[in-house]
Nanobody
Framework: QEQLVESGGGLVQAGGSLKLSCAAS????????ISWYRQPPGTRRDLVAC???????VYDEFLKGRFTISRDNAKNTVYLEMNSLKPEDTGVYYC??????????????WGQGTQVTVSS
């Protein structure tokens, strides 16, 4: 059974850094795009970044420069490195495995999410 498990979330002070991981089991996702989404309290889930099977990346325009997505297909894991964190980065972060090699908005298999809280 396919499963995506996010980890690496936690409480961090503003200006700090976190590195999230999304590990897949029961599937090999080297040929799939993987995305990170986040859902702040009381708002919708929105795209943070996506990495295609080719390695090409797509970012929310306001987060590019602070956030970096990467993948290690040998480990079946995708990472999201977050720097210079701000309180508005607080939310639940989810990874999403796209049904194909492209970044398909909100479609695919979701992980359970990991909470990121940035204190001021």
């Amino acid at each position: 059974q396919e499963q995506l498990v996010e980890s690496g979330g936690g409480l961090v002070q503003a200006g700090g850094s976190l590195k999230l991981s999304c590990a897949a089991s029961g599937t090999v996702f080297g040929s799939n795009a993987i995305s990170w989404y986040r859902q702040p309290p009381g708002t919708r889930r929105d795209l943070v970044a996506c990495i295609m099977s080719s390695g090409r990346t797509v970012y929310d325009e306001f987060l590019k420069g602070r956030f970096t997505i990467s993948r290690d297909n040998a480990k079946n894991t995708v990472y999201l490195e977050m720097n210079s964190l701000k309180p508005e980065d607080t939310g639940v972060y989810y990874c999403l495995r796209s049904p194909n090699s492209a970044c398909v908005y909100l479609q695919g298999t979701w992980g359970q999410g990991t909470q990121v809280t940035v204190s001021s």
